[in-house]
């Protein structure tokens, strides 16, 4: 009897290194297109008590500033998991790189509320292609027994760049003024490019490539094929999937939790900890940077369990469902007075969504169709994602407005992480290729 694709063995960790490398030189480039992408996202919050107090904005509109980012970033993931498969992350990356700087940059020219307004909605378009490339990226260069760790470095990135934009934007509003900081961080894209395309190319057209890394990266590639090959399965259809709805849940849980830390956390620390501007952008990359070992944990850990032989379900799972339960200790955060406590709940929570997220980014090509899937179904589960970001940001405002303080939002943040953990337990099924489903009878 043959075994469904999900339970054959892994193939062994013996499989000899190839010589060459050069895939890890292309993940590291998205971790750090990934890591100036949070810091141009992530400035706002850190410059919010700032830009508030300049332009006298309420707590509603502030977070209605920080929220108004996630509304078009979550509306472009679907359209932009289709551009990414159909032009390749190549282009895909080069595009959204030049716009998300430009409109990072143009905030520093914004005299009111509308206009910043207007600056972080278009931020939101171009920055909605990049997580869909950097799957794509990983499902091109890494054979599925290295996929978690990979997909954990470039993911790190976005802790990378959270962490940074505290000492950063904060020492540049210190010396210049917040305007500068939109500048500065905007300019940063700009030199990454230049490096990106000279130097991205898919394994099969890159001539740096060797043909034993060719070999290897093909070694023990999942069983989905081209795109004109295998299941066919249409874009809206993968909406008709419990698997995608479970995915869709899930992310949304871990980054309502997630974007507390990129968009309310600086505020947090100054209103209800009392930091000034320069203890802030120490201590406030606190939680960031143990995230980031979080999150390579998280890699490795999935990763040797599929070299195991271990089912791959089981294999996403464990650290899925068991990084979301532990991120749930932020809601404990309000039950400690000592700020070294809370800071310490809080790095855990962080570390343990760094943890499970790995694993998410490597469902894309974990149960994508065909090759020409895997930036939709990475679209799809980011576009539910972020709408947990416009929901974070706006419900923290109008919290902040009704009760004074953060209570009531961090215990909220700690049941939606269990609620995270339930969604990847028991909604997302078996994690194996979609198969097709049969057509929809005509009425």
Not at 95 to 111: E, G, K, M
Not at 222 to 231: F, K, R, S, V
Not at 337 to 365: D, N, V
Request: proline share 6%; net charge positive; glycine share 10%.
């Amino acid at each position: 009897m043959t075994l469904p694709p999900d339970t054959k063995k892994a193939a062994p960790a013996s499989i000899a290194k190839p010589r060459g490398n050069l895939r890890w030189l292309m993940v590291f480039m998205a971790f750090s297109a990934t890591a100036i992408n949070y810091i141009d996202r992530a400035n706002l919050g850190v410059a919010a008590p700032y830009i508030a107090k300049d332009l006298n904005l309420s707590p509603e509109m502030t977070g209605a500033l920080l929220g108004a980012f996630f509304w078009t970033y979550a509306a472009f993931q679907l359209p932009s998991g289709w551009f990414v498969d159909k032009v390749g992350a190549r282009i895909a990356y080069g595009f959204a790189v030049v716009w998300w700087s430009l409109f990072t940059a143009s905030a520093a020219l914004a005299n009111g509320f509308a206009a910043l307004f207007g600056t972080r909605l278009l931020l939101g378009v171009g920055e909605a292609p990049a997580y869909p490339t950097n799957a794509k990226i990983v499902s091109e260069w890494f054979p599925r027994r290295e996929r978690a760790f990979a997909t954990s470095i470039f993911d790190s990135g976005n802790r990378v760049g959270t962490a940074l934009s505290l000492p950063i934007v904060s020492a540049i509003i210190a010396q210049f003024g917040w305007r500068m900081s939109f500048v500065i961080t905007g300019a940063l894209g700009f030199l990454w490019l230049g490096f990106w395309l000279w130097l991205y190319r898919s394994p099969s057209k890159h001539p740096w490539v060797t043909p034993e890394e060719r070999a290897y990266i093909e070694s023990d590639a999942p069983p989905i094929q081209g795109g004109t090959e295998g299941p066919k399965v249409r874009w809206r259809d993968l909406f008709r999937y419990r698997t995608i709805w479970g995915m869709m849940l899930g992310f949304f849980c871990l980054n309502f939790v997630i974007y507390f830390f990129s968009t309310w956390f600086p505020t947090y620390l100054i209103q209800a900890r009392g930091f000034d501007l320069k203890k802030m952008g120490l201590v406030g990359m606190i939680p960031a940077l143990v995230a980031v070992f979080g999150g390579y944990l998280g890699g490795y850990v999935s990763d040797r369990l599929v070299r195991s032989g271990m089912r791959l379900s089981l294999a996403r799972k464990i650290p899925l469902v068991g990084g979301m339960f532990l991120s749930s200790s932020i809601g404990l955060s309000v039950l400690v007075e000592s700020t070294a406590a809370a800071i310490a709940l809080m790095s855990l929570s962080y570390a343990s969504l760094a943890f499970a997220a790995a694993s998410i980014w490597s469902l894309p090509a974990d149960i994508a169709p065909t090759k020409d899937h895997v930036g939709s179904i990475g679209g799809i589960q980011n576009f539910a994602s972020n709408l947990a970001g416009i929901c974070i940001s706006t419900f923290v405002g109008v919290m902040l407005a009704k009760t004074g303080g953060f209570v009531v939002p961090l215990v909220v943040a700690g049941c939606f992480s269990l609620l995270g953990a339930f969604a990847y337990l028991v909604i997302v099924p078996e994690i194996k290729p979609l198969e097709a489903l049969p057509e929809k009878a005509p009425r």
